[in-house]
């Protein structure tokens, strides 16, 4: 079994104590954790006022902060503004940071830019891995991995299932990637055609949970590099909306991800 990852995004609005407490209540390995303001909900940032309180709950539990989320490469500015961000990461433990280029269209700056994030993290003990998002100006996985060749820095890609198929891309698409550079897999599911004007709220509000759709998840996962920590990605504004608390939406979350596991097996 890999190592799972309970993603913030999969709990909505939830503080990242709620976060803690519900990963570790339903047995996973690690979470993501949102540092970088603003968050796409009010409560899930791990602000400086609340570190001390998230380093207590980790250092009670079993629970690792795998990556924190999330940054975009759109202006050298911002990256000078994600530094508390980024040394509030690595107090926390976590292993890497995740990256975006979700507004930036200038490929040669987008490339400078991941170059000079990535050692920036380094300067962190973080590495950094780049997540091609739907609707962002890198949204393919094979447009991720060439802005990682243009920007000569040693990044990995988070492979996520819904952004490979409301990009546009396809299971084909898991072998342009050289060995190695996916470094985490994400986990959801949803119908396998979409209105494009719903995909935006389906990625941050609406998806399904593993097996749940049509996503072809079992031929991605044998595709992917079986080494990396799995996380599942689902926000589920429904489950939240019937009454679930987060964890009982994180042990639906975990048997959901170990049933598409033993297809596998």
Same mark, same amino acid.
């Given at each position: 079994?890999?190592?799972?990852?309970?993603?913030?995004?999969?709990?909505? =609005?939830?503080?990242?104590?709620?976060?803690?407490?519900?990963?570790?209540?339903?047995?996973?390995?690690?979470?993501?954790?949102?540092?970088?303001?603003?968050?796409?909900?009010?409560?899930?940032?791990?602000?400086?006022?609340?570190?001390? =309180?998230?380093?207590?709950?980790?250092?009670?539990?079993?629970?690792?902060? &795998?990556?924190?989320?999330?940054?975009?490469?759109?202006?050298? @500015?911002?990256? =000078?503004?994600?530094?508390?961000?980024?040394?509030?990461?690595?107090?926390?433990?976590?292993?890497?940071?995740?990256?975006? %280029?979700?507004? %930036?269209?200038?490929?040669?700056?987008? @490339?400078?830019?991941?170059?000079?994030?990535?050692?920036?993290?380094?300067?962190?003990?973080?590495?950094? %891995?780049?997540?091609?998002?739907?609707?962002?100006?890198?949204?393919?996985?094979?447009?991720?991995?060439?802005? !990682?060749?243009?920007?000569?820095?040693?990044?990995?890609?988070?492979?996520?299932?819904?952004?490979? !198929?409301?990009?546009?891309?396809?299971?084909?698409?898991?072998?342009? !990637?050289? @060995?190695?550079?996916?470094?985490?897999?994400?986990?959801?599911?949803?119908? @396998?055609?979409?209105?494009?004007?719903?995909?935006?709220?389906?990625?941050?509000?609406?998806?399904?949970?593993?097996?749940?759709?049509?996503?072809?998840?079992?031929?991605?996962?044998?595709?992917?590099?079986?080494?990396?920590? !799995?996380?599942?990605?689902?926000?589920?504004?429904?489950?939240?909306?019937?009454?679930?608390?987060?964890? &009982?939406?994180?042990? &639906?979350?975990?048997?959901?991800? &170990?049933?598409?596991?033993?297809?596998?097996?």
């Amino acid at each position: 079994m890999p190592r799972l990852s309970l993603d913030s995004l999969t709990l909505t =609005d939830t503080t990242p104590m709620a976060l803690i407490a519900a990963a570790a209540a339903a047995g996973f390995d690690t979470i993501s954790m949102w540092v970088q303001e603003p968050a796409l909900y009010p409560s899930p940032t791990c602000t400086a006022a609340r570190l001390d =309180d998230c380093l207590r709950l980790l250092a009670d539990s079993q629970v690792a902060v &795998e990556t924190i989320e999330v940054f975009d490469l759109h202006s050298a @500015a911002a990256l =000078d503004s994600y530094r508390p961000a980024l040394e509030r990461g690595a107090r926390l433990g976590a292993g890497t940071a995740l990256v975006l %280029n979700y507004s %930036n269209p200038d490929r040669a700056m987008s @490339a400078d830019l991941l170059a000079r994030f990535a050692a920036m993290a380094r300067e962190h003990g973080l590495g950094t %891995n780049l997540e091609p998002v739907a609707g962002g100006k890198t949204h393919t996985l094979v447009q991720a991995r060439d802005l !990682i060749l243009a920007s000569g820095a040693d990044v990995g890609i988070t492979l996520d299932p819904h952004h490979l !198929i409301r990009g546009g891309g396809s299971l084909a698409d898991i072998a342009e !990637i050289p @060995a190695g550079m996916i470094r985490y897999v994400q986990l959801c599911d949803g119908p @396998a055609v979409i209105a494009p004007e719903l995909a935006a709220t389906e990625a941050i509000a609406d998806r399904l949970y593993p097996g749940e759709g049509d996503f072809p998840l079992v031929e991605m996962l044998r595709l992917a590099p079986g080494d990396v920590t !799995i996380g599942i990605e689902c926000p589920s504004l429904t489950r939240v909306r019937g009454g679930r608390s987060p964890t &009982e939406q994180a042990i &639906e979350a975990r048997a959901a991800m &170990e049933a598409v596991l033993a297809k596998i097996a």
